[in-house]
């Protein structure tokens, strides 16, 4: 998915990537691989905002922990192919994606003042 893309990707190649998870679970749950590239989508803006409000020193560690990972996340996953995919496929979900981007690119200068 990271080097071609999700549209190429089939839903027997997703559930066998997804160890564990049979075809037939998987389409219980998501009945099209939209559905799933939705619901990553939604689970990453999700684990964006959830970033520690900083009131404390002890917060500022874990709100710097938490860019951190996120920043591993993007750079693993979130790739140019990725997000224009997202940006043609699911043009709303993008316009949150970027926000959320955008977000994380302010908490992050916070860091350098």
Aim: charged letters at 25%; a negative charge.
């Amino acid at each position: 998915m990271r080097k071609n893309g999700f549209q190429s990707l089939t839903m027997d190649e997703l559930s066998t990537k997804l160890r564990g998870v049979s075809r037939a679970t998987l389409y219980k749950y998501f009945p099209t691989k939209e559905m799933i590239i939705g619901f990553i989508v939604d689970n990453f803006i999700e684990f964006i905002h959830e970033t520690t409000e900083i009131t404390t020193i002890s917060d500022l560690t874990i709100h710097f922990q938490q860019l951190f990972e996120q920043s591993i996340l993007v750079i693993e996953y979130m790739t140019e192919i990725f997000i224009t995919e997202v940006k043609l496929v699911y043009p709303e979900k993008f316009v949150d994606l970027n926000e959320a981007l955008k977000k994380r690119i302010t908490e992050i200068f916070k860091f350098s003042y």
